[in-house]
């Protein structure tokens, strides 16, 4: 067994990936999220953060808030989000750690979309 496999079986938690999709309802924007079946059975080590920024695929510096380790998917991008117990995080960056299609390192933000509002205008 992995040092991985080992850690995620002692400390990991269920999570699911989702997607989101922006749709129409009475003329208001409403967000629909749909779970990626790829692999429902995901667990990952959650780490809280504080005071770590990164540059999303926009280029624009976030805080993140969560550190996700987790087995390596191909599948998995900035697009994606986390849902673990009742709280949704937003997917900032994906690190395949040394390039090894091993292990995957994604850093959230709790904040999702609602970070970015400082760059509109």
Same mark, same amino acid.
């Given at each position: 067994?992995? !040092?991985?496999?080992?850690?995620?079986?002692?400390? *990991?938690?269920? +999570?699911?990936?989702?997607?989101?999709?922006?749709?129409?309802?009475?003329?208001?924007?409403?967000? /629909?999220? =749909?779970?990626?079946? =790829? #692999?429902?059975?995901?667990?990952?080590? +959650? $780490?809280?953060?504080? *005071?770590?920024? @990164?540059?999303?695929?926009?280029?624009?510096? +976030? /805080?993140?808030?969560?550190?996700?380790?987790? =087995?390596?998917? =191909?599948?998995?991008?900035?697009? #994606?989000?986390?849902?673990?117990?009742?709280?949704?995080?937003?997917? !900032?960056?994906?690190?395949?750690?040394?390039?090894?299609?091993?292990? !995957? +390192? !994604?850093?959230?933000?709790?904040? *999702?979309?609602?970070? $970015? /509002? @400082?760059?509109?205008?």
């Amino acid at each position: 067994m992995s !040092l991985l496999a080992h850690s995620l079986a002692k400390c *990991g938690q269920a +999570i699911t990936f989702q997607t989101r999709d922006v749709k129409l309802k009475n003329g208001q924007a409403e967000e /629909v999220f =749909a779970n990626v079946t =790829a #692999n429902p059975n995901d667990t990952a080590i +959650i $780490k809280t953060v504080s *005071g770590v920024s @990164v540059f999303d695929d926009t280029n624009t510096e +976030i /805080v993140a808030t969560h550190k996700l380790t987790l =087995a390596y998917r =191909a599948d998995i991008t900035a697009e #994606n989000w986390v849902l673990f117990g009742t709280k949704r995080i937003k997917v !900032l960056t994906v690190e395949n750690c040394a390039e090894k299609n091993k292990v !995957l +390192i !994604l850093m959230c933000t709790e904040r *999702g979309e609602d970070s $970015k /509002v @400082v760059n509109q205008g």
